[in-house]
């Protein structure tokens, strides 16, 4: 018999996060023949990325839409999504290893009385022999967790898991009202966005990162052409970072974002191990550096000795061409 999984999906600028799809891919992993899948969505406004969701072969897309559920808060989501888990019972609750997927798995987890399996990367075998792998001591290593006993709450990393492929199913939508539960003890009064560019790091394909090579604010400039050139996003170093040539919320490694991307290109960077925890598990990994002998080339796929300023743009013209 199959199971009942629940899809804590989520948007982005009213757009479907590509997670969301990679989470309902687990889904209909984890519920097998028989399974049955719901998916959740809560926001301002969702319609938009409720259509795209119930695109994609499920029994119902629950909305759950309120001015204040606009930015997300943790009393609030988990005020609007626990009726959903009462009713729907879930064997399998799966979120987004996000900001918000990670605040609110354990919330539901705890609600649950369930295991939490969290940051999962592969999922591996089919009913009760179902395994996890998830990365440990920043990217390291890997443990193989299973569950003893339900239910399960999973957060997936992003970027590891194949986006479910199901489409062009037109699952019904049901909206759901709300209103704030009482006391509500915080408030999001201001969301200020630090950087221009809206793209996910956590979710791009390419990321084009700079380190402290890269020596100024200015010195970013072809990085991020090349970047914006394969659709990607630019991503940093915490020198780089702190020497004031890009945002924080740039920041790749252990104490800033972990990526995974198809591609990642390194420019100016040494490889020290607290930036490869962030970028480690990249898919193939491209490193430019004058300095032969630094340790991102143990990890680079493919290497390149030699000045960022005189190679990024050379492989940005070379990239138009074929693109052109
Ligand atoms: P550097 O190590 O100075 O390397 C610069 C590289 O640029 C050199 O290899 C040099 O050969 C190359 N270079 C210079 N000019 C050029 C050029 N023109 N063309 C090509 N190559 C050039 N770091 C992170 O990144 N992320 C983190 O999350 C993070 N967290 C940390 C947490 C803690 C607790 C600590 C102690 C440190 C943390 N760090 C983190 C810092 C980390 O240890 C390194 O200091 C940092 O990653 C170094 O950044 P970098 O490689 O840009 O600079």
Known sequence: ?????????????????????????????????????????????????????????????????????????AERYFAAVQPVVDEVKPDVVILGHTASGRDLAPKIACHLDAGQVS?????????????????????????????????WVVTIRPNNLQADAKTGAAAPIVKRPYADPAPIRTQV????????????????????????????????????????????????????????YCDYSLQIGQTGKVVTPDVYIACGISGAIQHLAGMSQSKLIIAINKDGEAPIFDIADYGVVGDLFEIIPKLTAKLREKIA
Do not use: W
């Open 189 to 244: 009064v201001n969301v200020q966005s630090k950087s221009g560019d809206t793209r996910d790091l956590t979710e791009a394909k390419v990321v084009v990162s700079g380190g402290r090579g890269v020596r100024s604010a200015e010195g970013f400039a072809p990085l991020a052409e090349l970047a914006e050139l394969l659709d990607g996003a630019l991503g940093a170093s915490r020198a780089a970072c702190d020497a004031g």
């Open 119 to 151: 940051d999962v990367v592969a999922i591996e075998g089919t009913g009760a022999e179902v395994t996890f792998k998830r990365p440990i001591y920043a990217g390291k290593a890997f443990e193989t967790k299973r569950f003893l006993a339900g239910p």
């Open 1 to 73: 018999m199959g199971k009942t999984v629940l899809v804590i999906a989520e948007q982005k600028d009213q757009k479907l996060r590509q997670v969301s799809l990679e989470a309902l891919a687990a889904a209909r992993q984890l519920a097998g023949d028989g399974g049955n899948i719901v998916s959740v969505l809560v926001g301002g406004h969702v319609d938009a990325a409720a259509e795209q969701l119930a695109d994609h072969d499920q029994s119902q897309v629950v909305c759950v839409a309120a001015d204040t559920l606009a930015s997300y808060d």
